[in-house]
């Protein structure tokens, strides 16, 4: 190929890209009642980084990275953890309803008593030797995913006097693409504790916050075994799913 065909062949590339999401589905930056943004929050306006091949292609994360019972966090040790069981299901989709398959899911969480398996973590809630509180699986070839864990526990953190996070379990996704990447958190219906909670409060909009909170479906337990509750994720547009870290919570 010579010089003059390449430049060609450059100027014909055309990237793929994606729909930026609605700026009121996510929660802000900065949440003066979520305290510890007050210090993460940047003080300068955002800059706008050009989608590029990398972030429009990319990552590739495949099966070779899961094993057997990476799905399945109540069959990881030696025995079974203590808790409620519970199977947590869902599909992924893109902003225009399409399912993504194949794409990498992963969760982490506290155990049944509300403790992480986590250095940092030390409130005196007893860990469980036989939960590790993390998992991961892809999604099936319409975007559906499957875990089977434990009902987590509530814990006290110190946002705020007497402030205790809601049940709750992390989730993060990568999509199709890097510019896709959404990391958030599940809630359970029905939990007394939201009205308390800064983090799932942060997210302003009534409807969006509602996305964040799982479905209970009884056609979906396994009899006599686990309870099971659904989540579907919608990684970008207005539908999005809001990405809600809440990072130093644990």
Do not use: K
């Not at 194949?102 to 809630?125: F, K």
């Not at 864990?149 to 693409?177: E, K």
Request: net charge negative; charged share 25%; no cysteine.
């Amino acid at each position: 190929m010579t010089e003059d065909t390449a430049r060609r062949a450059d100027r014909a590339l055309v990237l793929p890209t994606y729909r930026r999401d609605d700026v009121d589905v996510h929660p802000p930056l900065l949440s003066p009642d979520y305290r510890s943004t007050v210090a993460r929050a940047p003080r300068q306006p955002l800059a706008h980084l050009p989608q590029r091949l990398t972030e429009t292609t990319g990552p590739l994360l495949g099966e070779g990275r899961l094993g057997d019972l990476d799905h399945d966090l109540t069959r990881q040790h030696d025995g079974p953890p203590q808790g409620q069981r519970i199977i947590v299901h869902g599909r992924v989709r893109d902003g225009d309803g399409r399912p993504v398959p194949h794409t990498l899911v992963e969760i982490w969480q506290a155990n049944a008593a509300g403790r992480y398996r986590h250095a940092s973590d030390t409130w005196p809630a007893p860990l469980d030797p036989h939960f590790d509180g993390v998992g991961r699986a892809l999604t099936d070839d319409r975007g559906r995913y499957r875990f089977v864990t434990v009902q987590p526990g509530a814990y006290p953190w110190r946002n705020h006097d007497n402030a205790w996070r809601p049940a709750h379990i992390h989730f993060s996704l990568f999509g199709r693409a890097f510019t896709q990447r959404l990391v958030t958190q599940m809630y359970f219906p029905g939990d007394p504790l939201f009205f308390q909670d800064p983090v799932l409060h942060s997210v302003r909009d009534p409807g969006a916050r509602q996305r964040l909170i799982a479905r209970y479906d009884h056609a979906a337990t396994a009899p006599e075994w686990a309870l099971a509750y659904a989540f579907d994720i919608v990684l970008r547009g207005r539908e999005s799913t809001p990405f809600e870290d809440g990072d130093d919570d644990e």
